[in-house]
């Protein structure tokens, strides 16, 4: 976790209001997550980045967005939050090329309620 | 699609005793598995990971796990289980996405309850 940190760590926040969590790692790793953990479900990926200003989708983006503008900071934007994306969300980080076997490094987390 | 699966939600053994959680995979081609653990209120800790060779393999805090590809499993053991080990544990698999660069696929997760 020591070169993760993520903020805020707890947010409470009402449905329809825009939320912002920001990762930032100062391992220079090239690639960022951004997962969240549901119960029964394990971690699921968000939106990864590859480099700055370089996003993508992963299985579960809908209703978020994100934004890479330096390597170091990975911002995660709920628009207009949702009950259903109260969890607990997780950034994390790699070095290394696409092929790389590289493990993933993770944050601490941050716990979302959507009121 | 490349998946992982950890078919026991919770696992209880005895202190002292061997550990075992279960991870078994479903890849094409050849599967690059991780091993994590997640304390309480914690990210994600790295333990182990198979990439190619010895199908034992070792890592953090005597943790082994044992890859068998007849089988598409790769178990987590540990000879002698501590109360400390209590945790949350998760198997992943090595996902190469076409957009560039990899995510893990994780299983569900099994919780490992350590005893007296």
């Known amino acids: 976790d020591a070169g993760i940190t993520q903020s805020p760590r707890h947010k409470v926040t009402e449905t329809g209001t825009p939320v912002t969590l920001r990762c930032h790692q100062t391992e220079n790793h090239r690639y960022m997550y951004w997962y969240r953990q549901d119960p029964g479900h394990g971690l699921r990926l968000i939106h990864y980045s590859y480099g700055v200003k370089d996003t993508d989708k992963g299985e579960v983006s809908d209703g978020y967005s994100v934004s890479r503008s330096k390597t170091e900071d990975f911002l995660l934007t709920l628009e207009s939050a949702t009950s259903s994306q109260t969890s607990v969300y997780f950034c994390?980080?790699?070095?290394?090329?696409?092929?790389?076997?590289?493990?993933?490094?993770f944050g601490p987390g941050t716990r979302l309620t959507v009121l | 699609a490349q998946s992982v699966a950890q078919p026991e939600d919770q696992v209880n053994v005895a202190e002292g005793n061997p550990l075992t959680v279960k991870c078994t995979y479903s890849v094409s081609g050849n599967p690059y598995l991780f091993w994590y653990v997640q304390y309480p209120n914690r990210g994600l800790q790295f333990l182990l990971k198979?990439?190619?060779?010895?199908?034992l393999v070792k890592g953090s805090y005597g943790f082994e796990a044992e890859f068998n590809k007849s089988q598409t499993s790769f178990h987590l053991k540990k000879p002698s289980a501590l109360v400390s080990d209590s945790a949350l544990y998760f198997c992943a698999v090595r996902v190469v996405l076409t957009g560039g660069g990899n995510k893990l696929t994780f299983g569900t997760g099994t919780q490992l309850k350590v005893e007296l």
């Open positions: 994390a980080s790699c070095p290394g090329t696409r092929s790389s076997y590289n493990e993933q490094f």
């Open positions: 198979y990439i190619t060779g010895d199908n």
